[in-house]
Nanobody
Framework: QVHLVESGGGLVQPGGSLTLSCAASGSDFHINVMGWYRQAPGNQRVLVASITTSGYTNYLGSGRGRFTISRDSAKNTVNLQMNNLNSEDTAVYYC???????????????WGQGTQVTVSS
C-alpha cells in the first residue's frame, strides 16, 4: 500500500514556528487528499488541515489563521507550516493520505507514525 513518513516535530517556545513534513511512498497509487491530524494526551485524534489534489484546503479548530498546509502532488509530499504556536498545540501530529492503489484502484487510507510537537518555555 502507501507508507507515510513524517518529520519536523520537536520542542518550540510559545510564539515560535515549526514546519512538519510528510512523504508518501509505495507503488501504483494516487492520492486524493492529504491531511494533518493531532492528538493531545487524553483527547481524540482530530483533523487540523487537509488539502486535495486540486489544492482545495480545509482548516479546522484553533489552527485556522496560524497554520498553512501545502502539497507537492508530483512528489507526494505535504507540509504543515505552524506559526504563533501555544501550549494548546502540544500534541502528536499525524499525517494521513487517502486515495486509490493497484490495478483495481482500491481505496486506501494510510497514517504516518506520528511526530511529537511540544510547545513550552
Amino acid at each position: 500500500q502507501v507508507h507515510l513518513v513524517e518529520s519536523g516535530g520537536g520542542l518550540v517556545q510559545p510564539g515560535g514556528s515549526l514546519t512538519l513534513s510528510c512523504a508518501a511512498s509505495g507503488s501504483d497509487f494516487h492520492i486524493n487528499v492529504m491531511g494533518w491530524y493531532r492528538q493531545a494526551p487524553g483527547n481524540q485524534r482530530v483533523l487540523v488541515a487537509s488539502i486535495t489534489t486540486s489544492g482545495y484546503t480545509n482548516y479546522l479548530g484553533s489552527g485556522r489563521g496560524r497554520f498553512t498546509i501545502s502539497r507537492d502532488s508530483a512528489k507526494n509530499t505535504v507540509n504543515l507550516q505552524m506559526n504563533n504556536l501555544n501550549s494548546e498545540d502540544t500534541a502528536v501530529y499525524y499525517c494521513r493520505a487517502e486515495g486509490q492503489y493497484g490495478p483495481a484502484r482500491r481505496d486506501f487510507g494510510s497514517w504516518g507514525q506520528g511526530t511529537q510537537v511540544t510547545v513550552s518555555s
